[in-house]
Nanobody, 124 residues
Framework: VQLQASGGGLVQDGGSLRLSCAAS????????LGWFRRAPGKGREFVAS????????YYTNSVKGRFTISRDSAKNTVYLQMNILKPEDTAVYYC??????????????????WGQGTQVTVSS
């Protein structure tokens, strides 16, 4: 399984970015795809996840109403649309995959596959 994250960059406070995670190597219909982030000096934090088969989504409270996770099955790609970005959103963002249990799973160690990170920097 390969996950390729892209779309990071530098944006001003209040701006928007869209991250992409291209998945390959297997059929993902039984998987959940998630986005995590690691800010400087902090651990890896759950941001959002989506069930590939049902489209059910979960978000951490700090991004609800600002971020939207979605998937395009034809392109085998998961997106994270990030709006109203804040300096505290600055982090390296990672996409990850795990077998979909149908439950909310925010624990990084329970994800089996990881992509490389993409840097998001929000300037004040």
């Amino acid at each position: 399984v390969q996950l390729q994250a892209s779309g990071g960059g530098l944006v001003q406070d209040g701006g928007s970015l869209r991250l992409s995670c291209a998945a390959s190597g297997r059929t993902f219909s039984s998987y959940a795809l998630g986005w995590f982030r690691r800010a400087p000096g902090k651990g890896r934090e759950f941001v959002a996840s989506i069930s590939w088969s049902t489209g059910t989504t979960y978000y951490t409270n700090s991004v609800k109403g600002r971020f939207t996770i979605s998937r395009d099955s034809a392109k085998n790609t998961v997106y994270l649309q990030m709006n109203i970005l804040k300096p505290e959103d600055t982090a390296v963002y990672y996409c990850a995959a795990r077998y979909d249990s149908g439950r909310y799973v925010p624990t990084p160690s329970l994800y089996n596959y990881w992509g490389q990170g993409t840097q998001v920097t929000v300037s004040s």
